[in-house]
C-alpha cells in the first residue's frame, strides 16, 4: 500500500527555537496533505490542509504564522513551528490520499513527538 | 522498522450482520488506539487499550489486545447503517522513539 514517511519521529528543543517536520509520499503523489496534533489518549486534530502549489488552509484557532506549512512538491509538505513554547509540545502527524488509487483511504505518517523545554 | 497490517482492507455486510477488523504488529507495542473515520471525514479517536488481554466495549463495539500485545481487533455487533466507514488501528510502539503507525485501515460498507 502508499506510503507516508515523516521525520523526525521526536525532537527535544529549547523554547524560542523552531523545529521543521517533514512528511512525504514515498510511492505516490499528494496534492493535498495533512496535519494533526493530537494530545495524549484524545483524538487527532486536525490543524490544516496543505494544498501543493497554494497556501495551506489552516482549522479555526490554528496561527498559521506559528505553524508555517510549506508543500513545495507533489511528495513534500514540511510543517515548522515557529518559536515553539512549551505548550506546543504535542504529537503531530502528517496523511495524504492516494486519489489514483480510486479511494479515498488516507495514510499517516508515523508522528512527530514535539518536546519544548 | 514498525509495521501494523490490518486486515481485511474492505468488507460488505447486510445491516444487522457481525463485522470483525483484526490489526497486527511486527513489535510488541506498548499500546494501542482506534480510530473511525466516515466518509469525507477525519479519523475519530475511538479507544486506547495498554494492557495485555484487555478487552474494552462501547455498546456493540467490542475491542481486545492481545495477550503478546502485537495483535488486535475491533468487532462490531449487529452493524448499523451508521456504522459505515473506515477503522484504522494505530499501534504505539514500545522503544524509545514510541512511534504511532497506522494500520491501512478497513472500509466498512453496511447494506441497508
Known amino acids: 500500500g502508499a506510503v507516508v514517511s515523516q521525520h523526525p519521529s521526536w525532537v527535544i528543543c529549547k523554547s524560542g527555537t523552531s523545529v521543521k517536520i517533514e512528511c512525504r509520499s514515498l510511492?505516490?503523489?499528494?496534492?493535498?496533505m495533512f496535519w494533526y496534533r493530537q494530545f495524549p489518549k484524545q483524538s487527532l486534530m486536525l490543524m490544516a490542509t496543505?494544498?501543493?502549489?497554494?497556501?495551506?488552509?489552516?482549522e479555526q484557532g490554528v496561527e498559521k504564522d506559528k505553524f508555517l506549512i510549506n508543500h513545495a512538491s507533489l511528495t513534500l509538505s514540511t510543517l515548522t513551528v515557529t518559536s515553539a513554547h512549551p505548550e506546543d509540545s504535542s504529537f503531530y502527524i502528517c496523511?495524504?490520499?492516494?486519489?489514483?488509487?480510486?479511494?479515498?483511504?488516507?495514510?499517516f505518517g508515523s508522528g512527530t513527538q514535539l518536546s519544548v523545554l | 522498522g514498525q509495521q501494523v497490517m490490518q486486515i481485511p482492507q474492505y468488507q460488505h455486510v447486510q445491516e444487522g450482520e457481525d463485522f470483525t477488523t483484526y490489526c497486527n504488529s511486527s513489535?510488541?507495542?506498548?499500546?494501542i488506539q482506534w480510530y473511525k473515520q466516515r466518509p469525507g471525514g477525519h479519523p475519530v479517536f475511538l479507544i486506547q487499550l495498554v494492557k495485555s488481554g484487555e478487552v474494552k466495549k462501547q455498546k456493540r463495539l467490542t475491542f481486545q489486545f492481545g495477550e503478546a500485545k502485537k495483535n488486535s481487533s475491533l468487532h462490531i455487533t449487529a452493524t448499523q447503517t451508521t456504522d459505515v466507514g473506515t477503522y484504522f488501528c494505530a499501534g504505539r510502539s514500545s522503544g524509545s522513539a514510541r512511534q504511532l503507525t497506522f494500520g491501512s485501515g478497513t472500509q466498512l460498507t453496511v447494506l441497508p
Open positions: 513489535t510488541t507495542l506498548s499500546n
Open positions: 496543505s494544498n501543493e502549489g497554494s497556501k495551506a488552509t489552516y
Open positions: 496523511s495524504a490520499r492516494d486519489l489514483d488509487r480510486g479511494n479515498e483511504k488516507l495514510f
Open positions: 510511492d505516490f503523489q499528494a496534492t493535498t
